[in-house]
């Protein structure tokens, strides 16, 4: 029987508390990160509690465990992919403003965009090409790119490596979603999530083991960090899958792109990081565009 659809306004006010959720994760990864907790540990444990979460949501929801034919290697794959979007984009939030982070991240479906197109897809519509340009001029602006009697090269010195973490994550992400619709799209999202996440933490243990090491929390703020970031991450994925169905309309879901403003908000509040209103105006136009170009699609 198919989940009856909810009313938009419901659906919009829970995709909010979903980006609110998603963002709280990452202003978690950050608590953990300031108090010894090391990336390759936050990624592990989000991977392995999320996977469990995931695994509890399909038992209970009756879903089979089943993969087609030949599709277990490609995957194996996406999770090799989905391990390196979470290490790298920790990794950003381990270095930079939280916000700043997620809005290099958040460029990911235009990057999408031209990764379709590269792989014999339909070219980018008229509104991601009008987004694209409008997006990076906003990037710059928020993460203040050149500061007041700053220089670009002393400000890209101080932001530069959690920029490029933070760029590598959203491309990452963009492959990720490419070869899940390309590969994986006869699968139940919920066992691809499963899937992925059961890769992810895997490799990220071997990672460990290998020599990166698990750096623990060396303070009790540090351990409810990283116990909030598994939580938070795997509740909005989980209930991201659980309000998918009942949607009636497609762009609700432009809605989640919102995530980067929220966190603007939190990592003032929590973190006391704050930034300056020229970054914000462009933190506003990356989104805009990013929604612009969405609300181009058919």
């Known amino acids: 029987m198919q989940a009856k659809p909810i009313a938009r306004w419901v659906a919009v006010l829970l995709l909010l508390a979903i980006a609110v959720s998603f963002g709280s994760n990452n202003i978690s ?6 108090h010894g907790a090391s990336v390759t540990t936050a990624v592990t444990l989000r ?21 087609p034919a030949g599709t277990r290697g490609r995957a194996m794959l996406i999770g090799v992919i989905l391990a390196a979007q979470s290490f ?17 991240f958040s460029t990911f ?34 993460l203040d790119i050149v500061g007041l009697g700053g220089s670009v090269a002393g400000r890209w010195a ?3 490596v959690g920029v490029a973490w933070a760029l590598a994550a959203g491309l990452s992400w963009a492959l990720m979603l490419h070869f899940t619709v390309h590969w994986l ?12 996440m059961g890769v992810a933490a895997v490799l990220m243990l071997i990672v ?31 209930t991201l899958f659980i309000v998918l169905p009942r949607i009636g309309a497609v762009n609700n879901a432009v809605v989640l792109n919102f995530e980067p403003i929220v966190v ?18 462009g933190a506003f136009v990356v989104v805009g565009a990013i929604v612009f170009a969405n609300l181009g699609k058919r």
């Open 208 to 238: 460990g083991a290998a020599g990166a090491g698990f750096a623990l929390p060396q303070a009790p703020m540090g351990w409810v960090g990283l116990a909030l970031l598994c939580a938070f991450y795997a509740t909005a994925i989980t």
């Open 109 to 142: 479906p235009l990057l999408l965009s031209l990764i379709s197109w590269a792989g014999g897809g339909e070219a980018p519509t008229r509104h991601a090409l009008v987004a694209m340009p409008l997006a990076l001029v906003g990037l710059a602006l928020a």
């Open 264 to 281: 603007l908000a939190l990592a003032w509040i929590v973190l006391g990081q704050s930034v300056a209103p020229r970054q914000i105006f």
């Open 185 to 196: 799209k006869e699968v139940d999202g919920r066992v691809r999530t499963l899937l992925a």
């Open 29 to 34: 990864a950050r608590v953990a990160f300031e």
């Open 47 to 67: 991977s392995i509690f999320t996977a469990l979460a995931m695994l509890l949501l399909i038992r209970v929801q009756g879903v089979p465990l089943v993969l």
């Open 88 to 104: 790298c984009l920790y990794s950003a939030v381990a270095r930079i403003p939280v916000a700043l982070a997620l809005l290099a």
């Open 158 to 160: 101080e932001i530069g």
